[in-house]
């Protein structure tokens, strides 16, 4: 069965509602097969990455970078799922022997109070250095979390999970 793994900083109120949202979506009853897993980002596991056949990425955008808890998951697991560095530290192709979960497809949502662009950016050289497949926009709310927001949140949840289900 395939499985989604959820990876998330969601602090304070307008996160939690999104990432509410995404989880709805990803277990919308019209999705079978697909099991849903949620880490926190403190939390999550390079073993939980490699186990996942799909990812959803949400953090919030803090002095315009991604939050330090998302950062700090990347930072531990970047070289364990597949991730390579040059000689000066930028991103390199990974070796034979790495254990690389590239072409996997993810999704990524980002909240911040006023500007997004900086987080959003961030996640996407992380994820593009790791050969990950962005399988659905970014989405990216500011502000108070409303109804479009939560509609485009259960959105991105449902939309990678039948990605999944259909490839399975």
């Known amino acids: 069965m395939p499985r989604l793994l959820i990876v998330h900083h969601s602090p304070g109120v ?28 403190l939390e999550a596991t390079a073993a939980d990455v490699r186990d996942a056949d799909g990812y959803l990425l949400g953090t919030s955008a ?12 990347f930072d531990r697991t970047f070289l ?6 040059d000689p000066h530290g930028g991103a ?24 997004t662009t900086g987080a959003v950016s961030s996640v996407l050289r992380i994820t593009g250095a790791l050969g990950w497949r ?23 949840g449902a939309t990678l999970a039948a990605l999944l289900m259909v490839a399975e």
Request: without cysteine; aromatic residues 8%; negative net charge.
């Open 134 to 156: 962005r399988s659905s926009p970014v989405l990216e709310s500011r502000g108070p979390v409303g109804d479009a927001d939560r509609t485009a949140a259960y959105e991105l």
């Open 14 to 41: 307008n996160p939690p509602a999104l990432l509410r949202a995404v989880l709805a979506g990803a277990s919308d009853p019209d999705i079978q097969r697909v099991d849903v897993m949620v880490r926190e980002a």
């Open 62 to 73: 803090n002095f315009g970078y991604m939050s330090g808890a998302l950062k700090h998951f």
């Open 80 to 85: 364990e799922v597949g991730g390579s560095l």
């Open 92 to 115: 390199a192709e990974p070796g034979p022997d790495a254990a690389s979960t590239a072409a996997r497809p993810f999704g990524l949502w980002v909240h911040g109070n006023y500007d």
